[in-house]
């Protein structure tokens, strides 16, 4: 075997979220070629965890980070975050919150002290997801600041994740103004770094909290724009057609509606995280789209 100049920072470029079954291969292949260079292999096999994670394979991901830990030592100071952190995350994504935010703090407290900034930040974003409501600005606040303060280039590429975040946080607060303003930020801010399926994602959000705020015609042509972009490219991602029907049922359009909550119950019901999550919105969607039962 040979050894590899693989660092952190090239370590995360090796990530495709959208398909965490690609990117646990491409680990795994870098895995094999780790040679005398402990931490780095910790830091890969926490990268393979938090891919199975993502594939909600939460025990084989216990069972990697049960073998990264095995390997720890106390100079591993950046192994130590990133195992912190990935244990944290499948904790999460089980739906075991209690469990993973003492994790999270832990990693925010040693990048923090170590001047890492790009995990104190990646730390504090997460603390923000499994704080109660009253403590999740807070953190996410505390992301943002020291993302945009930062010398070191890497954090500012939180600020996307963050501005959206920061947005469903007021939006969740009712605090809508706030949460449009900073959803418009957070589209400029996509729009400059020319990430083209980050900014449909931000269109969508503005549009949606503009139904919030009562605007709905606004929102309605941003949402049929983005349903003409996806149909014209063969794609379709449920989303958008579901809030296509919620604008068209706001204006009273109850027929016209029903086909977009269809095609939205059956996009949407083939996601695993929302069946599991919310089963009340796809019953919703279901009903409005008036679709009946399989035959027996």
Wanted: proline share 3%; aromatic share 8%; hydrophobic share 45%.
């Amino acid at each position: 075997m040979q050894s590899t100049n693989t660092d952190s920072q090239s370590l995360d470029a090796l990530w495709d979220y959208d398909q965490p079954a690609v990117s646990e291969a491409r680990f795994r292949q870098l895995l094999a070629e780790v040679t005398n260079d402990t931490p780095l292999t910790i830091e890969v096999l926490t990268q393979i965890a938090r891919a199975q994670g993502l594939q909600r394979q939460f025990e084989a991901a216990h069972q990697i980070l049960d073998q990264a830990q095995a390997l720890l030592t106390d100079a591993s100071s950046r192994a130590q975050i990133r195992l912190w952190l990935e244990r944290g995350r499948v904790f999460n994504s089980s739906r075991q919150r209690e469990e993973a935010r003492p994790l999270f703090l832990q990693a925010w407290e040693e990048a923090s002290a170590s001047g890492d900034d790009f995990y104190a930040v990646d730390a504090a974003h997460m603390l923000a997801i499994v704080e109660p409501p009253d403590q999740q600005l807070v953190w996410n606040l505390k992301a943002l600041a020291l993302a945009e303060a930062s010398p070191d280039p890497r954090p500012q590429k939180w600020l996307g994740s963050l501005y959206n975040n920061i947005g469903w946080t007021y939006h969740d607060l009712t605090q809508d103004e706030r949460a449009l303003a900073i959803f418009q930020k957070a589209l400029a801010w996509r729009v400059e770094q020319g990430q083209v399926a980050q900014i449909r994602i931000a269109r969508w959000s503005v549009a949606r909290v503009l139904r919030a705020l009562q605007r709905t015609e606004e929102a309605l042509g941003i949402q049929q724009s983005l349903y003409e972009a996806l149909t014209q490219s063969g794609a379709s991602d449920g989303y958008v057609e579901e809030e296509l029907g919620e604008c068209l049922l706001s204006l009273d359009r109850a027929d016209a509606a029903q086909a977009y909550f269809a095609a939205a119950y059956q996009s949407l019901a083939a996601d695993a995280w929302l069946v599991e999550n919310e089963p009340d919105r796809l019953a919703r969607l279901r009903t409005l789209g008036k679709i009946d039962d399989a035959p027996v």
